[in-house]
Structure formats: C-alpha cells, structure tokens
C-alpha cells in the first residue's frame, strides 16, 4: 500500500491533536473536581443535577425567608416584653395606689408615673422593625398603628390581617402580630363577666369578681344586685335581670313576683312611680315601708336574703360577685358578661380614678376593676408571647429540617457530577504518556523520506 507522505503527516498531526484534546479534558476536569462540565458530558446526570440545583435554591430562598420572619418575631416577642413591663409596673403601681396609707395626693403622684407608663406603652405599641415598618399593624406595615385622639383615648388604624412567608416545601409563617388582638381586644372582668357599681350609689360598697371561671353570663341578659333596708334596719338584696333592649328588670332571686319592678332609672323615685305609689320622702324606714306596700306580688322583704359584708353573692351559678363595705338602701351593682377593652382604656380609666377621685367607694371599685383588666391584659401579653415564641420554635425546626434536605441534595448533586480523583488522575497519566509517545513517533516518521538520500 502506497503512503504519501501528506497522509503521514495529517494522521500524526490528528493523533496528536486528539490526545491533547482528550488530556485537555481531564485536566479541566481535576482543575474543576466535576466530571459533568457540559450537558454533553452526560445529558442524564445534567438534567437531574439541573433539577436538584433549582431545588437547592428553593430551599436556600426558604431559608432567607425564615431569616427574616425570625428577625421580625424577635423584635416583636422583644416589644411584647416590654410592654408586659410597663404593664406589671403599671399593676404594682396600682396596688400601692390601693394601700389606705395613701391620700389623695400621694396618689396623684402615682398617677403620674402611671401616665409615663401610659406613653411610654403607646412607644412599643408603635414599634418598628429595622426596614420601618409597624410590628404591630397587621399587613398595614406602613401605615402608624395607634393614635391617641385628644381626649386621650387610644384608636387602631392597622388591620387584623397579618403577613405570611414560605419558609418551607408547603410551609408557610405568619411574621407579624395584629396590635388589634394584642392591645385592643382585652376581655374585661374576669374574661368571663364583670361588675360594676351604679354612679349614684350612696353606701360605701364596693365590688369585686370571684374568679370562678365556671362559665359565661348569657350576652343578652344584664344582672343587676340591688340593695333594700327592712324595717330592722338590715340590708338585703334582691337579683334581677333584664334583656339588653328593655329597660324593665325582672327578678331572678326570690323568684316568685316582680320584685323591684322600675320604670328603668334604677331609681328609688322610679320603683315607686312604677308601682303608683308615692315617692318616698327619705330613705330608711319611709323606703322600707313603700317596698312592703306589695307583699302578696314580691312575697315580703323577708324572702330577700341578708347582706353580709364581704361574702360571696351568687348572681347565677358559677356566676359569683363580693361586696364589700356598707352600701346603703337603693345602691346598685351591675354585672354582665365580659367584653372586649383596649389596654390603653384600662390604663386611661385608672389614671382619671387616681387624678379625679383619689378616695371613696367609686375610687375603690375603679381600681379593683383595673387590677382585674390589667391582670387579663398581662395575660393576653403572656398568650401573645407565647405565640410568638411557637413560632420562632416552629422556624428552628424547618430551618433544621431545609438543612437536612440541603445535605441530602448536595450529596445527590455530588453523586452525580462530581470527579473521581483516583479514576481521572490515571486516566490524565495515560492520556499524557500517550501524546509523549504520539509527538515522538512523529519526529521520528516525519523524516523518513528518499529525499534524504538524494
């Protein structure tokens, strides 16, 4: 077979061409530590490595996400924090106030730290985080929460809505806290119903909430627990109710007649203008006279229990209401369920009883009942942090989980484009011996040629 010497001369220079070209490949291959360098390589493990790398930065997505929600919540659980420390001061404050050493001067002082406390809880509740946007204005981030108007009550502009990230495959978290359910929507009373003294009372009466916590008064019916003087001169009471949309109460303790039928202004004057008696002329023995006047329609007054100062009245059962001091003849209290109040209210209402009033039996039952809304506001700060707190617990575990799953993702991606360093380092060794021997044969053929023998 006849050889040109071209022939000779392309087919070395294509040998040698290909063995770098080979040698090429492996040493990009060890300088990068992936097998895989183009689709071609290996169009399956490309694919799949494609699909596994998109779900590496879904994940990774997911955990910037839970950076940010756990940034947020932490800057809330620290306001919620705080605000339950001016809230606890606030409570403490109050008892001192309560003490019968103070006067009314002392605790105008007290009301004063009260108010500092006051403006400083309006500052958490407008708290923002580091981008400044609200905590606690729901999905309204930009807009100011709470405002207060100028008689010093308190409005909530944001919403009840709140904002929610993915932080996983299927995993969302919600990274703000609605200022309506944390400082507004506060039960009053005991958080299932509350009582509170009529503004005209006389007697020295003052009325507290046995925390039963048995159940809730029905929402349509108000209770009213009102006082009368028999001829000995001891005080009874009597239990009536009425619909919240008439104004005529019903007697529910003694049950038979309609005791203390009114024509709905809770007066004496009234009673006796329902009944179309005279009105009585004083209090005391002419008042016990007009409310015998029925005995066959109420039963007498002797059917009306007696009144012991400090024991608990039973309004319904598991319904349960003490009175202390000495209220007079006609004094009522009124007790109905429990409803929502703002904490800014609470703190407002009492301020103004410590400023205003400062002493007796209407100074005594504002503060009883603010020790009792500030005790349900603390503990609706305590369920608010407790909240938050689930949640920031419920971030670590699906940031542990994503990073589990990224291990195991980097591990498949591994498995299926990384090299192997003994397998490529041989591999490069006898590509190179290779082209050493493919460029030294070819100097050597290169000048086998008869014109060197001319």
């Known amino acids: 077979m006849r050889v040109s010497t071209s022939h000779v001369y392309n087919t070395g220079v294509q040998n040698m061409s290909g063995q770098q070209t080979a040698l090429n490949e492996s040493q990009n291959q060890l300088s990068s530590g992936r097998r895989v360098l183009r689709p071609s390589d290996d169009p399956s493990s490309a694919a799949r490595v494609l699909d596994l790398e998109r779900t590496v930065s879904s994940i990774e997505r997911f955990n910037r996400n839970g950076d940010m929600a756990r940034n947020r919540l932490s800057m809330s659980e620290g306001a919620i924090d705080q605000a339950s420390h001016h809230l606890q001061r606030i409570r403490e404050l109050t008892v001192q106030a309560a003490n019968d050493s103070q006067d009314r001067q002392t605790r105008a002082y007290i009301a004063t730290e009260i108010r500092e406390r006051y403006d400083q809880l309006m500052q958490v509740a407008n708290s923002t985080d580091g981008n400044g946007e609200y905590l606690f204005a729901g999905a309204k981030t930009r807009t100011r929460p709470f405002n207060m108007q100028p008689d010093g009550r308190v409005e909530y502009h944001g919403d009840q809505n709140t904002r929610k990230v993915r932080v996983g495959p299927g995993r969302s978290m919600a990274v703000d806290h609605s200022g309506f359910s944390t400082f507004m929507k506060v039960p009053n009373g005991n958080g299932h119903f509350q009582a509170y003294e009529n503004v005209?009372?006389?007697?020295?009466?003052?009325?507290?909430?046995?925390?039963?916590?048995?159940?809730?008064?029905?929402?349509?019916?108000?209770?009213?627990?009102?006082?009368?003087?028999?001829?000995?001169?001891?005080?009874?009471?009597?239990?009536?109710?009425?619909?919240?949309?008439?104004?005529?109460?019903?007697?529910?303790?003694?049950?038979?007649?309609?005791?203390?039928?009114?024509?709905?202004?809770?007066?004496?004057?009234?009673?006796?203008?329902?009944?179309?008696?005279?009105?009585?002329?004083?209090?005391?023995?002419?008042?016990?006279?007009?409310?015998?006047?029925?005995?066959?329609?109420?039963?007498?007054?002797?059917?009306?229990?007696?009144?012991?100062?400090?024991?608990?009245?039973?309004?319904?059962?598991?319904?349960?209401?003490?009175?202390?001091?000495?209220?007079?003849?006609?004094?009522?209290?009124?007790?109905?369920?429990?409803?929502?109040?703002?904490?800014?209210?609470?703190?407002?209402?009492?301020?103004?009883?410590?400023?205003?009033?400062?002493?007796?039996?209407?100074?005594?039952?504002?503060?009883?009942?603010?020790?009792?809304?500030?005790?349900?506001?603390?503990?609706?700060?305590?369920?608010?942090?407790?909240?938050?707190?689930?949640?920031?617990?419920?971030?670590?575990?699906?940031?542990?989980?994503?990073?589990?799953?990224?291990?195991?993702?980097?591990?498949?991606?591994?498995?299926?484009?990384?090299?192997?360093?003994?397998?490529?380092?041989?591999?490069?060794?006898?590509?190179?011996?290779?082209?050493?021997?493919?460029?030294?044969?070819?100097?050597?053929?290169?000048?086998?040629?008869?014109?060197?023998?001319?």
């Open 200 to 454: 005209e009372n006389r007697g020295s009466g003052v009325v507290t909430v046995v925390d039963q916590g048995v159940r809730r008064l029905d929402p349509q019916y108000d209770y009213r627990l009102r006082f009368i003087e028999d001829d000995d001169g001891d005080l009874r009471y009597a239990i009536e109710r009425r619909q919240d949309s008439t104004d005529s109460w019903e007697s529910v303790h003694p049950a038979s007649g309609a005791a203390l039928a009114d024509d709905g202004d809770g007066s004496e004057e009234g009673a006796a203008r329902a009944r179309g008696m005279e009105e009585p002329r004083e209090r005391g023995e002419g008042a016990a006279r007009s409310l015998e006047a029925e005995p066959e329609a109420r039963g007498g007054i002797e059917d009306y229990p007696r009144y012991r100062p400090g024991s608990a009245i039973e309004i319904e059962e598991g319904v349960r209401v003490q009175v202390d001091g000495e209220p007079e003849h006609g004094d009522t209290f009124t007790v109905s369920t429990s409803r929502p109040q703002s904490i800014f209210d609470t703190v407002h209402q009492l301020v103004h009883a410590l400023e205003e009033q400062g002493q007796g039996a209407g100074f005594r039952n504002s503060v009883n009942r603010a020790l009792g809304d500030i005790d349900l506001a603390l503990e609706n700060m305590f369920h608010t942090r407790a909240e938050v707190g689930a949640r920031l617990s419920t971030l670590d575990t699906e940031r542990a989980s994503n990073h589990a799953a990224l291990v195991d993702l980097h591990g498949t991606i591994s498995s299926e484009e990384d090299l192997d360093y003994a397998e490529a380092t041989g591999r490069f060794h006898k590509q190179l011996t290779g082209l050493e021997a493919a460029q030294a044969t070819f100097g050597r053929v290169q000048n086998l040629s008869l014109f060197n023998y001319l």
